[in-house]
Nanobody
Framework: QVQLVESGGGSVQAGGSLRLSCTAS?????MGWFRQVPGKERLGVAS???????RYVDSVKGRFTISKDNAKNTLYLQMNSLKPEDTALYYC???????????????????WGQGTQVTVSS
């Protein structure tokens, strides 16, 4: 069992930046960020493997950067040029199985954080 604890959410104006962090209690392989707005499904944002290979959904490419410090078991999401449509509850996710270029899908991750709110105002 792995516990994930997120931090770094908050409120920011459009065009601003935020950095999310997620610390895992143990070893993980594939890690990712998801987001969810009320009444809608949880959608993948980005994922990263232990070797540093990354994937992003098109809507955040060029604006968000996922990174990972394996020594600290900590995952990051640097979010720049934020837009109101980025407003959501952001979740950290992890699994023991490598990402292996598979889609960033919620059912591919076993462990989840509690979520951190990101609100972007226009």
């Amino acid at each position: 069992q792995v516990q994930l604890v997120e931090s770094g959410g908050g409120s920011v104006q459009a065009g601003g930046s935020l950095r999310l962090s997620c610390t895992a209690s143990g070893y993980t392989s594939c890690m990712g960020w998801f987001r969810q707005v009320p009444g809608k499904e949880r959608l993948g944002v980005a994922s990263i493997d232990r070797d540093g290979s990354t994937r992003y959904v098109d809507s955040v490419k060029g604006r968000f950067t996922i990174s990972k410090d394996n020594a600290k078991n900590t995952l990051y999401l640097q979010m720049n040029s934020l837009k109101p449509e980025d407003t959501a509850l952001y979740y950290c996710a992890a699994d023991f199985i490598p990402c292996d270029r598979r889609p960033i899908a919620a059912d591919a991750f076993e462990f989840w954080g509690q979520g951190t709110q990101v609100t972007v105002s226009s």
